[in-house]
Every structure is written in structure tokens, then in C-alpha cells.
């Protein structure tokens, strides 16, 4: 792989990572409701979960799920429901938890690693993302190094991406004031969750 076509993997990789979305909205949740460990815990897991389809992608097993329907479907039912639970949840805090941090326990990076995992394997336009984006690279002699750079830049990028956001948010005059619009800036997060649990189903 040349380094013109690295830098076009890297560019598209930057472009899905910052588009707004429910895995930003769940990085922002835990990095204001919890703390800037939280925020970067759920950055790193939800990258994990990126890795794991981009591998899948460049391994070929995209490919085959792309060929059954139900698989994709069932997938995409997953994520509404868990999206709509994450919606709910916030819908029915009382925004305390932006007013107090809880910083750092372990029960909230555990909370943290989970929402960002889950956020991200429960994607199934991940999946479809990779396919559309690797699909140009990936050829039947590329070695295994072409595609470990592929998946690695994918990770790291969305990774760097989601704790640069958690460190933003977390700095202490901005901090401060989104903590003065807790309870507002609780129902937003759920609104627009719910908004597209509810867009996934009526695709």
C-alpha cells in the first residue's frame, strides 16, 4: 500500500470518526456525567469494537454477513433497543450526575467500557462503512502487514478521536457550565438517542 492510499484510508477513518452520532453522544455522557478517565475509557472500548469490524472487513467475514440479511437486521434491532435503553436512561436522570463526579470508581469506568463497546458492535453501519471503505484496498495477495495497517489506523484514529473529546470536555471552565445545564443537556442526550433507536427501526 502506497502512502497516497494509507492517507485516503486515514482521512475517510477521521471523517466517520467525527461525524456526530450516538457513540459521540455516550463519550460525552460518561466524560461530563463521570469524569475525563470515564469519557477516555469509553473512547478506547468503543475503538475496540471498531477494530473488530474493520478486521472482519479486511479478513473477508463482512463480506459473507453482507449475504445474509437477517444477520444484519438482528444486529441493527440490537443496537435501536440498546440506543432507546441509553435514551430512557437519561430521559429519567434527575442531572445530578453532572453536578457531582463520580471520578473515576470503578463501577463507572466499568459502566464507561461497557457503553462504549456496545455502542460501537451494535453499529451495524460500521460494518457497512468498512465494506465500502476497504473494499477498494483489499485485493487476494495483500499480506497480513497491508492489512493490520489498515485495521490499526482505523482503531487508533477513532480512539485518539473519542479522548480528544473526552479531554476537551472534561477542562474545568468548560466543564463547569455544562454542569449549570445538567438536567437540559440530560434530555437532549435522550432525545436524540431515542430519535435514532427509532430511525434504526424504520429503516
Given at each position: 500500500?502506497?502512502f ?19 457513540s ?5 455522557g ?6 475525563r ?9 468503543h475503538?475496540?469494537?471498531?477494530g473488530?469490524?474493520?478486521l ?10 453482507a ?7 438482528g444486529l441493527?434491532?440490537?443496537g ?7 435514551g430512557?436512561?437519561a ?11 463520580n ?5 463507572g ?5 461497557r ?13 457497512i ?12 495477495d ?15 484514529i477513532?480512539?485518539?478521536?473519542f ?6 470536555l472534561?477542562?474545568?471552565?468548560f466543564l463547569?457550565?455544562l454542569?449549570?445545564h445538567?438536567?437540559?443537556?440530560d434530555?437532549m442526550?435522550?432525545i ?12
Open positions: 500500500m502506497d497516497m492510499s494509507w492517507l485516503s484510508i486515514a482521512g475517510l477513518c477521521f471523517l466517520g470518526a467525527v461525524s456526530p452520532g450516538p459521540l453522544a455516550v463519550v460525552m460518561h466524560t461530563v456525567r463521570g469524569s478517565r470515564n469519557g477516555m475509557v469509553s473512547g478506547m472500548a475503538c475496540l469494537g471498531v473488530f469490524y474493520a472482519l472487513t479486511v479478513s473477508g467475514l463482512a463480506a459473507l454477513l449475504l445474509e440479511p437477517s444477520l444484519e437486521k441493527a434491532w440490537g435501536s433497543f440498546y440506543l432507546a435503553w441509553l430512557i436512561k430521559l429519567r436522570s434527575s442531572g445530578g450526575g453532572l453536578a457531582e463526579s471520578n473515576g470508581n470503578n463501577a469506568i466499568l459502566e464507561a467500557a457503553d462504549g463497546l456496545m455502542i460501537s458492535l451494535l453499529n451495524p453501519k460500521l460494518m462503512f468498512f465494506m465500502a471503505l476497504f473494499s477498494q484496498f483489499v485485493s487476494p495483500m499480506g497480513w502487514t497491508v492489512s493490520l495497517v489498515m485495521v490499526l489506523t482505523a482503531v487508533l477513532d480512539g485518539a478521536w479522548c480528544l473529546v473526552a479531554v476537551l472534561s477542562q474545568r471552565r463547569e457550565r454542569r449549570k445538567a438536567l437540559c443537556i434530555r442526550t435522550g436524540l438517542l431515542l430519535v435514532i433507536a427509532l430511525r434504526v427501526l424504520t429503516l
